[in-house]
């Protein structure tokens, strides 16, 4: 964590002249550090493809590691801030070049749980499939991401499909 002091109040110039430089009112804020992929996000998609295999619910820390993964790499793929995709409750990126939203609520909007945007992610789920059956809440006129999934090929356990 990284702190810095911010200020809801507004300063006086008599708050800073001799003071310890901190204008009436300030407080220490924390501020996440950037995110940073998970060494590890490969091992844990596939040891949640293996569960999805073997017909069995991945446990749920894995689940969302994979997904907020799968969600990093969705950012790093396709870079902007036009389209904002949260998976609930793990993570929320903005992706997708275009025009950027800069206050309330973006005019797209991409909501789907863990499991879905796995299995979507991984093309185990199509998106106009998870769209029209509710599974994914799609707002706006770019918020469609079929262009850009899936993200991560998983071929399935005990397969003798290559990976490309």
Do not use: C
């Not at 810095?4 to 996440?32: C, F, I, Q």
């Not at 789907?112 to 799609?138: K, N």
């Amino acid at each position: 964590m990284q702190t810095v002091v911010t200020s809801h109040a507004k300063p006086e110039l008599s708050d800073w002249v001799g003071g310890s430089g901190r204008a009436g009112g300030a407080r220490e804020v924390e501020y996440m550090p950037a995110r940073k992929a998970d060494p590890d996000g490969e091992s844990k998609v596939a040891a949640v493809a293996a569960a999805f295999d073997r017909g069995e619910a991945p446990e749920a820390a894995l689940l969302r590691s994979a997904a907020r993964y799968l969600l990093l790499e969705l950012e790093r793929a396709a870079p902007g801030r036009s389209v904002e995709i949260r998976v609930v409750p793990v993570a929320a990126v903005q992706a997708i070049a275009g025009p950027r939203h800069t206050r309330g609520t973006p005019p797209n909007v991409v909501e789907t749980d863990p499991a879905t945007w796995f299995r979507l992610a991984t093309g185990r789920l199509g998106w106009a499939e998870a769209v029209s059956g509710g599974a994914v809440r799609a707002s706006g006129a770019r918020s469609d991401l079929s262009a850009y999934l899936p993200l991560h090929r998983v071929v399935p356990t005990g397969s003798t499909e290559e990976i490309d």
